[in-house]
């Protein structure tokens, strides 16, 4: 994605307005301040806990991350949207076939807004997300459930209503870290152009199968 355009949108809020930004880059990530309410906390570590760990993300040339910003120049939300790693289940779809949803999230303060799903709508609006199967893993232990005052099958719920507007749907896996609490949620959203051969690969691969690179010759 090296060089794909920024996407900007203006979004009003009762705190003011937030400029929504897609694909920003490592030089101009530095050039923001970041919430101090992204860090360690009790019962809770942020995903991204530094500005470092955005910029981070964002030299991979592919990686999409998007910025909530106030006053134009300081960070109170991100997203980060990339291909899993090799090695993970994932990735075994093929080339560049499913991306994740690797990071969401907006600053305490500033979560009555609507910022998430504005960020989410941006995010799915990038090149090729039509091509691919966009997903999303919420495991229950990184949320904070202290400072949304939920439990565990009440942020799961909300995670739900954030994402299924945007086209993602729950589906089944067995796929380990998954598995180990009944409130962890896999969605994901099929792109449009999406055939029926990787739409039923992709049911395989959701219970660690691939038998489309299996040898018929028994080798």
Known sequence: MAGTCSQNALLATTMGDVQIRSFCRPAQIRQFTFDRQFTSRQHYHSLYASRERLEKSAARPEANV??????????????????????ERWADLGPQMMREVQAIEVSRSWRACRVAPAMLKMMVAAPRVEEQLVYMVGYSWTWDLQGTGKTARQYRQMLIELFEPHGFQQYPTNEPNICLKPENIFMCRVGRQIKPLMLDRFKWLRFGLAPWTWRVDGH
């Open 66 to 87: 998007v910025l909530a910003l106030a006053d134009r120049r300081h960070i109170v939300g991100y997203g980060v949207l990339a291909y899993p790693e090799p090695g």
